[in-house]
């Protein structure tokens, strides 16, 4: 399997090519086009229980939507559904962590499952929910706006807003917090943080789907009585 992207940063598509043989598994909705030899199996990724832990946790679809290549390679083009970055990681029997939302295919001998941080990191309503995902393959991510990497030295700290989180790898300790006091929260527009711990990896997205809510929510007609 051999993975381009094109058109970055703002509106990145996978291109992926596929031997013959060979799958992608992919979120439900992110499959843009594919050759006519390309066969798809929905299924609940899993199992049933695990897929709707999945779903409801990690803000992932319910489905997972497998593309095989058969009697031939093919090629299937992949996209979120925000505009933004797609990144491609190659996993060799390791972990890594990806934020709710951003998880969009992954090939192989991957398993995907849902991890957070406890309750405390519902704070607000802006939690920080991840999917773990593990093993030897392909992980396929994606961002609101461009991804930004940041490498940490073991015991080098990093603080990063919760909605900009998009992965990082196991072998980084994460903690969430809240910024400041209450006070400082509501009239900042802040929220909670991850505050990272290295060694590793960790990538961001340079903008968050909930800062444009807050933004786009208020310009919205109000209903008339």
């Not at 009697?71 to 972990?95: C, H, M, R």
């Not at 519902?122 to 030897?136: A, D, K, N, P, S």
């Not at 991850?194 to 909930?210: A, H, K, L, Y």
Request: overall charge neutral.
């Amino acid at each position: 399997m051999r993975t381009e992207i094109a058109y970055r940063p703002s509106y990145s598509l996978a291109i992926v090519k596929l031997d013959a043989g060979e799958s992608i598994r992919a979120e439900g909705g992110a499959m843009v086009s594919m050759s006519p030899n390309i066969s798809i199996q929905t299924k609940a990724q899993g199992g049933i229980l695990k897929s709707l832990a999945r779903s409801v946790l990690g803000g992932e679809s319910f489905f997972i939507n497998t593309l095989t290549a058969t009697g031939g390679a093919g090629e299937v083009t992949l996209a979120p559904s925000l505009p933004g970055d797609v990144g491609v990681v190659d996993l060799k029997d390791q972990t890594v962590y990806v934020q709710s939302g951003s998880y969009l295919a992954s090939s192989g001998n991957i398993d995907v499952s849902t991890s957070w941080g406890g309750a405390k990191t519902f704070f607000g309503g802006e939690g920080l929910i991840l999917l773990r995902v593990q093993g030897t393959g392909q992980l396929i991510t994606s961002s609101y706006g461009a991804i930004h990497e940041v490498s940490l030295a073991a015991g080098e700290r990093y603080i990063v807003d919760t909605g900009h989180v998009v992965t990082f790898e196991d072998t980084v300790k994460f903690a969430v917090r809240r910024v400041g006091g209450l006070k400082s929260t509501l009239f900042s527009g802040e929220g909670l943080v991850v505050e990272f711990t290295g060694p590793g990896r960790i990538t961001m997205q340079t903008r968050s789907p909930g800062a444009f809510l807050a933004w786009l929510i208020p310009q919205l007609p109000k209903k008339s009585d």
